[in-house]
């Protein structure tokens, strides 16, 4: 029997490095023939110069597929995947990301996929679009979800968003929760050696985080946070891990509020975990996530973990037992809860040992994979293909 041809689809490169590269290797070692499709150039938050062939052994194939709304790059896009469809033929076609979603849908209905399966960390109609914008969005998801045979989702919040504007049926919404490699993400890692080359004293505490430098993280709140926190406590400095095109807006932002010398902007690192071993609390004021990956993946560090008070974050951060939360833009309140947490060594401790118990229990990769493999094989049953 021929193995099972699956092809990933998404926007770029980093996407498929975080997102499809647990999947990709877990469906090879269980004998499915994988291939990736994303656009290979480097990303303004992602590795610079680096040329990818492969994943985990798993072929890349290189179509540009730009972020915004670019009608001809679009449709060039969406012919490039039909060919590239037509030529490996693959069983399964998954797609992940809005833009993705949308392209890799049209070109693999098109072009004859058997089965067809969209990840949506969160849906593109969010309330901080104006408003005819937004309805858009609902219509093009609407359509794109027709053309699937199943669309995933990381949050009961995102698929209660999806149900609400009546994006699918309830039985093509599904949750598959993200999962994690808790070894790589693990309390074990070294993160002493980074506090020199990051200019960071090895006695302060370290309040971090970790994003894309977008308006959506809420990286102006950490930084007004940590303004009011470096007022009452001279001893703590500040890692931002991430790039993007706000970074030149942030440093701006801090040297006017006097943390030019208190805010470290460490750009895009390869050695996340590491960063994140050296934090003594995370917090990020985010405005909108999907899932909320990297409090988890904070969690998994068993790192206090303070975040916004929106549905996916409350699902990963379980308030009170793994860290706090606050209001989106209230600045005062994460700082109040950030000098709670930052006053209280024990507290910190307690908050990390059960975020790491709860990522265990909840957010494993291979529980994830297991979960994607499944409905793998569930939807070639119901088409009448072997498995």
Not at 78 to 99: A, D, E, F, M, N
Not at 136 to 145: G, N, Q, S
């Amino acid at each position: 029997m021929p193995p099972i041809r699956v092809l990933h689809v998404c926007t770029t490169l980093l996407t498929a490095c975080t997102f499809i590269a647990p999947v990709a290797r877990f469906l090879s070692a269980r004998g499915y023939e994988v291939a990736i499709t994303c656009s290979t150039d480097s990303a303004a938050d992602g590795p610079e110069g680096q040329s990818v062939h492969t994943i985990h052994g798993c072929p890349v194939y290189s179509v540009p597929i730009a972020r915004t709304i670019r009608p001809f790059q679009d449709l060039l896009a969406t012919w490039r995947l039909y060919r590239l469809i037509r030529r490996h033929r693959p069983t399964i076609v998954h797609t992940q990301t809005s833009k993705a979603g949308v392209i890799g849908r049209v070109a693999a209905r098109l072009a004859g996929a058997p089965v067809i399966v969209h990840t949506a960390h969160a849906f593109p109609f969010h309330p901080y679009l104006p408003l005819p914008i937004r309805r858009l969005y609902v219509v093009i998801e609407r359509w794109a979800a027709a053309l699937a045979d199943l669309v995933l989702v990381d949050t009961h919040s995102v698929r209660a968003d999806g149900l609400r504007e009546r994006v699918a049926d309830p039985d093509k919404l599904v949750v598959v929760p993200m999962g994690l490699d808790l070894t790589k993400f693990s309390p074990a890692q070294e993160g002493g050696r980074l506090r020199h080359e990051l200019g960071i004293d090895r006695v302060a505490l370290v309040v971090g985080t970790v994003a894309r430098l977008v308006p959506d993280k809420g990286l102006d709140c950490f930084l007004q946070m940590a303004a009011r926190i470096r007022a009452t406590r001279a001893d703590v400095r500040f890692l931002v891990v991430g790039d993007g095109p706000l970074r030149d807006h942030l440093e701006r932002l801090a040297a006017e509020f006097g943390l030019a010398h208190t805010v470290v902007f460490a750009g895009h690192r390869s050695d996340v975990p590491e960063c994140m071993n050296l934090m003594d609390l995370f917090v990020l004021p985010t405005r909108r996530e999907g899932f909320g990956v990297v409090f988890a993946e904070a969690m998994a560090m068993g790192k206090a973990v303070i975040g916004s008070r929106i549905g996916p974050v409350a699902e990963v951060v379980e308030e009170g037992v793994t860290g706090y939360l606050a209001p989106p833009d209230q600045p005062e309140e994460f700082a109040q809860l950030a000098l709670e947490l930052l006053a209280d060594e024990s507290k910190r401790r307690a908050f990390g040992e059960a975020g790491r118990l709860r990522v265990e229990k909840y957010f494993g990769e291979a529980r994830m994979c297991e979960a994607i493999e499944s409905h793998y094989r569930r939807l070639l049953a119901m088409k009448g293909i072997a498995a």
